[in-house]
């Protein structure tokens, strides 16, 4: 008795212990240098220490893939993730309004427009079900652009013998619409497909082929500027919620804490991108305003694709309208 009376207590101090603990789990390489997401991990993490709670880094693939991670997020397993939007479209697909090509100037009119359009609370309420919480949009990097293993690009009609790497069906029509082709491609088989050429390319921040080590075959980057990429910041609901007063406001505040540290290195990290590719031997194609408004004007069909509904691309059209 005196033994199982033991292991009760010691597997509930163990489950206390693991309750206090705030688990993040990142979806890149600690580095400050090059990871926008990791500059908000970073912040916000920092921030909860000196609010007094105990934090984890969890490397990038160390908890599963994406579904797997949100999983733990909804049963509470795991507190924290820097997932890809995609796993909250699949829940709500008004989320992927952010990644409609060109919709945003820059990070803070997709702040502002979000704010004008209450659009946490819209997709939270939707997120509950899952017992997840959206708390922030982490920007990788600065705005993606065209990253080729071979051809250079400077206008869509240099992409109609292309094949690129898409994230989702709306990229995928963005490259028809641009007159090339595109296919769904897990992200840790681009590299193989880049190499093979069973994929040309893909869009992404100037930093993703440093990070991931693919300047030694990744030859090209044209400053397209089509979307900004994003992660979304997850947290389990059943954590958050079962928060004292003062612990949740230290995390309300450590999102405004990091939020803020991710925009400043943004605000720096355009041109170093750009020079960090230069430096591995990728030949960037500096793009005209003239010639990036020709990928503007030939993405507008993926405003008509089915991935949202037409009342929900015309509140995106409006809120990015209305806060420039």
């Not at 926008?36 to 990038?60: D, H, Q």
């Not at 490259?175 to 840790?188: D, H, K």
């Not at 090209?220 to 003062?246: C, E, M």
């Not at 949202?308 to 209305?322: I, N, P, Q």
């Amino acid at each position: 008795m005196k033994l199982k009376t033991f292991t009760l207590a010691a597997l509930l101090a163990m489950a206390t212990t693991a309750s206090a603990e705030v688990k993040i789990a990142l979806d890149s390489k600690p580095d400050l240098e090059t990871s926008g997401s990791y500059n908000w991990a970073y912040a916000f993490s920092n921030a909860l220490k000196e609010a007094g709670m105990e934090v984890r880094e969890m490397p990038r693939g160390s908890v599963g893939n994406e579904a797997e991670k949100f999983d733990q997020v909804s049963t509470g397993l795991l507190e924290v993730s820097l997932s890809d939007v995609r796993a909250v479209a699949q829940v709500d697909p008004f989320i992927y309004g952010v990644r409609l090509p060109y919709i945003f100037d820059n990070i803070d009119h997709m702040d502002r427009a979000m704010a004008a359009g209450d659009v946490y609370t819209r997709i939270n309420e939707n997120l509950a079900g899952q017992d997840a919480i959206l708390l922030a949009l982490a920007p990788l990097g600065p705005a993606s652009g065209v990253i080729t293993t071979t051809k250079a690009v400077r206008s869509p009609a240099d992409m109609s013998d292309l094949r690129m790497r898409a994230l989702d069906d709306a990229q995928i029509a963005m490259y028809q619409a641009w007159g090339s082709s595109g296919t769904i491609v897990p992200w840790g088989e681009v590299p193989a497909g880049l190499q093979t050429g069973v994929i040309d390319g893909y869009l992404n921040s100037p930093f993703i082929p440093v990070m991931f080590g693919q300047t030694d075959f990744v030859k090209n980057f044209a400053t397209a500027d089509v979307i900004w990429p994003l992660r979304a910041v997850i947290v389990s609901k059943t954590w958050y919620d079962g928060l004292s007063d003062d612990d949740r406001a230290a995390v309300d505040a450590a999102v405004e804490t990091a939020d803020a540290a991710t925009r400043a290195w943004l605000a720096e990290a355009s041109e170093k991108g750009l020079t960090a590719l230069e430096e591995k031997g990728v030949t960037v194609q500096r793009l005209t305003d003239e010639e990036r408004a020709v990928f503007r004007e030939a993405s507008l069909p993926v405003y008509n694709s089915d991935l949202m509904s037409a009342e929900d691309t015309a509140l995106w059209k409006k809120l990015s309208d209305e806060n420039r």
